[in-house]
């Protein structure tokens, strides 16, 4: 029993970070039509830039705070720079972003090296708590919390404000949005900023999660969030996250019990999605 | 002056295709200007240029003396040209509420205002406030994308074949929704049902292979019975 | 162009005969092979128009496939065969099957799952330590057909030219312009009546097959084989040389393959000097994306649409010359 729930946290823990992840690509890819590949690179400079001032300042505010608006510019840059002079073209779209994730991940090595780099909880997560017989690891906790919590808070927006209204509008008519008098551009450069900076807060609560951050970490983990992405239907932000916890919690039970075959397991996952329900499992689409 | 919008030989080409070769008309304020044509004649084309939709290769799109032709759609939707598409373009997973906020530019008075009027006017858009805009009928669909374009202070309203696909009953319905609409504001309307076309249209003009080949009072169209059979097909 | 070419394979033909540099013949080696490979890149991306992330994967099963049998088994040249045969078996499937799995869906899904399967085969190689001796990879004995340098050389350049023209033929023959008129227009080569997903999992398949066959031949020159091989780095290098060589050329992926292996080959000597020219990837990571946004036809498009304008412009004067 206590197996169960400590692989189930673990699971849930992992699928929160993959889910910050697939969160910015699958909202980018129902609005804007871009399927960013070099997102797992913008999710590695969150890791690097936020535990960078984590370990310059001290505090671990300081780096989340640090790794997100480090996404922000990026995802800025990324938009206005790189992706919007090619909209429209997915050959090249696709291609460009495949060259920033290089650029991106060598950038990386440049700045700080080549080799990995340590990374720890701040004291006030470190430890556990018991309840009972049940352990529970505080930082998995912790990324849990945020996880849930930014989830909402995009929820929020989505639903509740009018820029959220925008984009909701956005992926199932960008024309007629247009025709509305609205600025549609500005809301791409929004939406991208946002989901590069989801993409670094996951970077940043990883690092200390598994210890020690490294270049190809973002590769990794994209890859992990295309499943999702697939999983949960491009475009769906919903099912999203439902994935997200899907593929975290297959990921943490089967790295236990048949730990070879975790990756082939949620690659297997996607294949049957890819076969049956193309559009995603959760929900038609938009 | 009145006029208050002027295609002056507009082209417009879509891919390959020359899509219109020479569209000119002038709007009049406060008239409502009935574009008429056989299909894909460049009626709907014409409305997409306005909008920027489509992009004008040649010639001048002046709204209130200036040139809008090389704006983007949304600066052309702001100067006060409200469009409702040939598909009506309803947000199909927003509700109705959510439909007309995204519609509003800036709440205030005015549009508020217009709210209250235009739902007044389609009370089935208040009955089905909350419902999914993709779970109403041709016709209240039909309601809310005119109500759309209504709700903001727009000096033009550009509508799109209104009455396409409805019952004879809500194409009433219909109509006298943009009867009432016409003392605020001025109206193009591509319209193919000639009965609704006459009834409501001040002026016409006909579009034939792209290019403008005609235009009147639609009295004048009404008693020629020569025209109606060269370009609409009906005796 | 073709005498130019000839011109070219006749002198690299000759050039062991006149000059003698182990140096450069294994590079040139590795150019010919890693030319196979960004062709077979060139036939997906340039003539069809897909983009697959995971080329790596099928340049893999073939050096593992070599790898495996030459160890497992005795180097001699049957049992060479026999896992080229194995080779293009397992690349054939496998490409077959991720076709068929995406590519009736929009472009993003062969992108994407070809990168996770790639990462799986990876994975893969790591973790059936038995079979593959995990991340160090280990060294094997090849046929003694191919222990000569030269010999080898001489096999790779003249497989490359035969890949070359045996391409040239195919994406010249109705097959490969139906594949041509997908790249332009998909829809518009559906409504024709052409069966777009057959041909389409056709070049999926060729190209996979091709890929195969280089790494092969990259596993014999290096005699050893490790996980390396599997890596994104391998698929970014595919996509580097075609997409700097220019896409839809084929030798466009040649003349990029001569110039990111020479390039990598002086930068890594470079990085003894300068710590910054161990990251030279990052060079052709800004030039990859500089060339996909202002040159997408690569450097052998680029020039030859200027040729092309150029004698355009001089048929045009001549016409004037005539006319005056």
Known sequence: ?286 | MNKLLTLDQVETHIGQYHILQGVSFEVKKGEVTVLLGRNGAGKTTTLRTIMGLNQATKGTISFKGEAIQTLPTYTIAKRGIGYVPEDQGIFAGLTVEENMRVAIQTENEETAKRMEWILNLFPDLKKFWKKPGGLLSGGQKQMLAIARAYVNENELLLIDEPSKGLAPIVVEKVMESIIQMKDQTTIVLVEQNFMMASYIGDCFYIIDDGRTVSHGSMKQLKEDEEMKRKYLGIA | MTAVILIVAAFLVLLPFVYESRNLFILLTQIFVFSIFAMSYDLLLGFTGIVSFGHAMFFGIGAYSIGIFMKRFEPTLGYFLLAVLMTIALTAIVSFVVGLLTLRLKSHFYAMLTLSLSGLFLVLAEKWRSMTYGNDGFTFRVPEQFIDRTHFYWLCLFLMVAVFLLLKRFTNSPLGRVMQAIRENEQRTESLGYHVLHYKITASVVSGVLAGIAGVLYAVSLRFVNTSVFTMDITLDALLMTIIGGVGTLVGAIIGAGIIEFAHDWLTALAKEHAIFERWIIFFGIIYILVVMFFPKGIVGTLSSLSWKKKKQHAVKKEEKMAG
Do not use: C
């Not at chain 1, 556990?128 to 995009?154: D, H, N, P, Q």
């Not at chain 1, 919690?249 to 048949?258: E, K, P, Q, T």
């Open chain 1, 1 to 286: 029993m206590d197996l169960i729930i400590n692989l189930t946290i673990n699971g849930l823990a992992t699928g929160m970070l993959i889910f910050l992840l697939a969160a910015g690509l699958t909202l980018i890819f129902g609005l804007m039509d871009v399927l960013n590949f070099a997102h797992g690179g913008l999710f590695a400079w969150g890791a690097y830039s936020g535990l960078w001032i984590y370990s310059q300042t001290g505090s671990f505010l300081a780096g989340i705070i640090g790794a997100i608006l480090t996404g922000f510019i990026l995802g800025i840059i990324t938009e206005r720079w790189i992706i919007k002079p090619v909209y429209g073209n997915h050959v090249q779209q696709i291609l460009i972003t495949l060259g920033l994730m290089l650029v991106l991940s060598e950038m990386l090595k440049v700045i700080w090296g080549p080799n990995q780099i340590m990374a720890s909880p701040p004291d006030y997560l470190k430890g556990s708590w018991e309840l009972g017989s049940i352990i529970i690891i505080k930082y998995r906790a912790f990324i849990i919390l945020v996880g849930l919590f930014i989830f909402a808070a995009v929820q929020f927006v989505l639903k509740r404000t009018k820029i959220g209204l925008v984009v909701r509008a956005g992926v199932m008519n960008k024309e007629m949005v247009q025709s509305l008098g609205i600025n549609i551009q500005k809301v791409f450069m929004f939406v991208f900023m946002m989901g590069a900076g989801m993409a670094a807060l996951g970077g940043v609560l990883l690092g200390p999660y598994s210890g020690v951050i490294h270049a190809g970490m973002g590769m990794e983990f994209a890859i992990l969030a295309f499943i999702v992405v697939v999983i949960g239907g491009m475009g769906n932000f919903k099912g999203s996250v439902l994935a997200a916890i899907l593929v975290g919690l297959s990921g943490s039970f089967m790295a236990y019990y048949v730990p070879d075959l975790s990756l082939a397991v949620n690659m297997l996952l996607m294949a049957i999605v890819l076969i049956i329900r193309p559009q995603g499992l959760f929900g038609a689409k938009g």
